[in-house]
């Protein structure tokens, strides 16, 4: 999502759900999620595949039904300003 004007930076967010707690490895996934520059965030929320998750997010936080759905972890990664 960029803003109206099209300038500054790009946020994206993004559910994952994890099959396998143990060994999940969340932060080689965000390792592969993308991030831009100029003050981007990347923002993932992991969530157990065997609970309810939402299949939907929304731009305003926190971006899913917080009653409804529990996050296992929440990481975010941050774009360098230039």
């Not at 831009?36 to 998750?53: A, E, I, K, M």
């Amino acid at each position: 999502m960029r803003n109206e004007q099209n300038k500054g930076g790009i946020i994206r967010i993004y559910a994952v759900t994890v099959g396998d707690l143990l060994n999940a490895d969340y932060s080689a996934c965000l390792d592969l999620m993308p991030v831009n520059d100029y003050g981007s965030t990347t923002t993932v929320y992991f969530f157990d595949r065997s609970s309810p998750y939402p299949t939907q997010l929304t731009i305003d936080a926190p971006h899913f039904d917080t009653t409804k759905y529990k996050a296992l972890q929440i990481s975010k990664k941050y774009g360098k300003k230039k």
